[in-house]
């Protein structure tokens, strides 16, 4: 019994200092000030409710407009696809959202196929790759570490600036984020793929439980997003 609780309190404690390490990744790997006249910012998209912007995606849009109307010559790199629930694609929320904020409609580009973080940069890597100069990326402050260490992996090294997350909703997406980041981490070492089928291939009177594969497979690919 004593062994259980001492193996309970360590696997308490390496889960808290696992948080705590990933928490302070979070808060350390946002810039302090972004450079003036990059050649684009990359703003990366949120849910869209019908035509328009959720709140996480409204705060990346004022954040993106606030640094647009300051810097003439940056273009806009408006990432995000269109979800089943979605009324239109994020990067033409984005779009709208900015042009309604003043900013011209021909610094904004397009890219409407992601559906994830790191398809976003994917994504948006052609278009990255047409300048040679300093890019910044735009997402909520929780979501700043992760799309660095993508955007870093696919050879980009960009600068940051963070909008604010509301507070309704930032228990929710900061947990979300742990959990997303630790996913990032475990596809990066080939881990992922292994440790999902070991966990959700569980048999029932010697047939898989086709329910808890169907239920457990949509909660770890919805995780990154």
């Not at 990933?22 to 003036?36: F, G, R, T």
């Not at 948006?124 to 909520?140: A, F, L, P, V």
Request: charged share 25%.
């Amino acid at each position: 019994m004593k062994k259980i609780k001492r193996m309970i309190i360590s696997a308490v404690a390496f889960v808290f200092i696992y948080i705590a390490m990933l928490h302070i990744n979070i808060v350390i790997n946002v810039d302090k000030e972004a450079p003036q006249n990059a050649d684009y910012v990359l703003i990366l998209g949120a849910r869209v409710i019908g035509e328009k912007p959720s709140e996480l995606l409204q705060e990346r849009i004022d954040t993106a407009a606030e640094y647009l109307k300051e810097n003439k010559d940056t273009i806009a790199i408006a990432s995000g696809g269109q979800g089943p629930d979605e009324g239109i694609s994020e990067a033409l929320a984005i779009k709208n959202g900015l042009i309604e904020k003043g900013i011209e409609e021909e610094r904004i580009i397009l890219e409407e196929k992601s559906s994830r973080t790191i398809e976003n940069v994917k994504f948006s890597k052609e278009i990255m790759e047409q300048y040679d100069g300093e890019g910044i990326i735009i997402s909520n402050y929780f979501h700043i570490y992760r799309a660095k260490m993508i955007a870093e992996d696919f050879g980009f090294t960009l600068y940051s600036i963070p909008a604010d997350t509301p507070n309704n909703v930032a228990v929710k997406y900061y947990v979300r984020e742990y959990l997303a980041i630790t996913k990032y981490f475990l596809e990066k070492v080939g881990f992922i793929h292994d440790w999902c089928l070991s966990s959700f291939l569980i048999h029932l009177n010697g047939r898989i439980d086709s329910l808890r594969i169907v239920i457990y497979l949509k909660f770890i690919l919805n995780i990154g997003a």
